[in-house]
């Protein structure tokens, strides 16, 4: 038997006996029967013990991400990341993949506080930060020390695009309209959009350059949120707004805006929106989602945590939820999502330098 739980069986025949004559001495012989039942109970109680203590020995005494995982959402609630977390969320408890999974806001400068933050918790297993094209732009703008070097890639599941926009009664009524007019006078054309460094600022620049107008012309107006883009679109004081499809495709459908093109390589099943490309314009950009787990550790923690993204990539809730925010099955893993990470790194640090920032 195991020293350990031999030690509390010890200690409970002592503390019987002890319960046996202390109960006589006081009670008499009549008292035998609550004797027994004290000793009953305490048995139960060593039992119980024993088995907790088994089970700690077991676990190492710490929360498993099928336990309680925490997702981190490195933005406020109510945002594009944050969403994606809570998705994610009712989809693995939803399905039972997850016993308790957990959302959590740390925002801030692109998703680079959440990454800095959650990098000083090396070895963690029990929780995933959301990331995704956005923070990468950040990392490079702001030449954050911690970068997607710091973290271990888990999975990316979704891509999300962008529409460059402008309001129903604009003088542009095509995206050829639009790139005449920016290119013959950058500075009086501008683009609100996100902040600096999102996919917006950077389709922005990309889409500068495959014109040939220099991307340090862009007068791009970043902004905080999405309504406070739309309400300076929507008074003309932007000519155009870059913005996630998502975000605008209410006003769109509403006939308050028009969409010029999106940055998807193809056109997307139930939203009648042109490509750049199809238009004749080599652009597309994703403005991408997915997870990555803390730095050291184990392989055995990061094969778990693939397979419980994985298990809920595959459920229903999750095809619903790509459906409902239009947005595209994108899944990688493993070298592939290394790979894939690698190349948007490359492609965002040269973008931040042609836009001279």
């Known amino acids: 038997m195991d020293h350990g739980i031999y030690k509390y069986f010890i200690v409970y025949k002592q503390r019987r006996k002890a319960l046996q004559t202390t109960t006589t001495t006081l009670f008499g012989t009549g008292t035998m029967k ?50 994606f977390a809570r998705e994610s969320q009712q989809a693995l408890r939803g399905n039972g993949i997850v016993n308790n999974p957990q959302v959590v806001n740390v925002p801030g400068a692109g998703g680079t506080i959440g990454l800095s933050r959650f990098v000083q918790t090396p070895g963690r297993e029990d929780a995933l930060l959301v990331t995704g094209g956005v923070m990468i732009g950040a990392i490079e703008l702001a030449d954050n020390p911690e970068s997607m070097d710091d973290v271990v890639p888990i999975a990316k599941l979704a891509d999300d695009y962008a529409a460059l926009v402008v309001p129903a009664d604009s003088e542009f009524q095509t995206l050829d309209d639009f790139l005449a007019a920016w290119i013959q006078n950058p500075g009086g054309t501008s683009i609100g959009g996100g902040s600096l460094g999102s996919i917006d600022h950077l389709l922005s620049g990309l889409l500068a350059k495959e014109v040939g107008l220099d991307p340090k012309l862009v007068n791009y107006v970043a902004y905080s949120g999405g309504g406070e883009a739309l309400t300076s679109l929507l008074s003309h004081t932007t000519a155009a707004g870059m913005s996630g499809y998502n975000e605008v495709a209410d006003q769109i459908e509403a006939g308050s805006l028009r969409a010029l093109a999106i940055s998807s390589e193809e056109r997307l099943d139930g939203v009648d929106v042109p490509t750049f490309k199809e238009q004749g314009v080599d652009v597309a950009m994703s403005n991408w989602r997915g997870v990555v787990a803390a730095p050291g550790i184990s392989d055995a923690a990061r094969d778990e945590f693939t397979a419980i993204i994985t298990e809920m990539r595959e459920t229903d809730d999750w095809k619903d939820t790509l459906a409902r925010n239009s947005w595209t099955d994108s899944f990688a893993t493993g070298e592939e999502l290394e790979e894939f990470v690698a190349g948007e790194v490359a492609t965002a640090r040269e973008i931040v330098k042609d836009l001279g920032l």
């Open 34 to 83: 609550l004797t027994l039942r004290s000793g009953a109970f305490a048995l139960v109680t060593v039992l119980v013990t024993v088995l907790a203590f088994i089970n700690a020995a077991s676990s190492g005494g710490t929360a498993t991400a099928r336990s309680k995982l925490t997702l981190i959402a490195p933005a406020a609630p109510g945002g594009g990341w944050d969403g």
